[in-house]
């Protein structure tokens, strides 16, 4: 457990950086952010990344303590495969409307319709619907895990339908699906995406492949997070329409050379800005340095469920 402290005065921009630096390294912990949180949080963080690549972090991690801005699946998954160290979310209300969207009990009914079929989650799930599955996957690696356990039986996919739909597109291999969507990536309109390209039409548009299939039809390139990444730097594009989270461009624009990277809108947006996941947003610095400070956030998995999630995350990283 982090220590309690009395200190909690507010502190200025300016020296908030070397402050939860310094409270990081007194208090043996690592902080990890995903992609998707704002520039400020990424910037203080130990490790940025997409799903796999801070589940590898967290898995390799020695620390004592973890300090996770992201969402609160990812934060679990975290606690699963690294039950040594102490885990804490910025804001323990970040959650998930993919990871929402089903439920263990769902999984167990998706088993009795499907007899003999064996489940695929996309790491965006619970702990406990990771429990009811064969393996987990990320969207790095889910096409190759497709290919492989389809060889063993039928597959089920839960719970993101788009990115389901993605893979029976891209490997040829029918998939049971779930319903299920997230919400920033199902807001982006494939309209509004064509009239910027009007606009730019020398631009590439990259998207990823939880964005709707209208989306992708229209992209010049569909790939995970750390895909776009490797993307846009072979990429000799001027510039890119970005159809996954705004917080992704600024990494995306650092990694291209410093070409413009413009978000694609939602369809309900009648601005120019881009689709924005609320949830990773919720993280700050101020909440990173209370995890710090105050010990609040701390992430638990009972362990008998973690144990049995487990499986299916480390034959994930098995296929990885």
Known sequence: MLAESAQKEPYTHSDQYQEIRELAQAKNAVILAHYYQTDDVKRVADYVGDSLELAKRAAACEAENIVFAGVRFMAETAKIINPSSSVYMP????????????????????????????????????????????????????????RELSKE????????ENLAVYLEGKTG???????????????????????????FPSYEIISHPEAHISILEISDFVGSTSQLLQA????????????????????????????????????????????????????????????????????FVEPALAARALRSIERMFVFS
């Not at 039986?153 to 993101?160: E, M």
């Not at 299920?180 to 309209?191: D, I, N």
Request: hydrophobic share 35%; charged share 20%.
């Open 153 to 160: 039986a039928p597959l089920i996919f839960i719970p993101d």
């Open 173 to 199: 291999i029918e998939l049971k699906k779930w319903r299920g969507v997230c919400h920033v990536h199902q807001a982006l309109s494939a309209e509004k995406l064509l009239k910027l390209k009007e606009q």
């Open 232 to 299: 846009v730097k072979s990429s000799n594009a001027p510039g890119f329409i970005m159809g996954t989270e705004v917080g992704l461009a600024t990494r995306l624009s650092a990694e291209s050379g410093g070409r413009t990277v413009i978000a694609a809108p939602a369809e309900e947006d009648n601005s120019c800005s881009c689709s924005e996941c609320g949830y990773m947003k919720l993280n700050t610095l101020g909440k990173i340095r209370n995890c710090l400070v105050e010990g609040s956030g701390e992430v």
């Open 91 to 146: 804001d323990p209300s970040a959650g998930c409307s993919l990871a929402s969207s089903i439920t263990a009990a769902d999984v167990v009914a998706l088993k009795k319709q499907y007899p003999g079929h064996k489940v695929v989650t996309y790491i965006n799930t619970t702990a406990d619907v990771k429990a009811e599955s064969d393996v987990a996957c990320t969207s790095s690696n889910a096409e190759h895990i497709v």
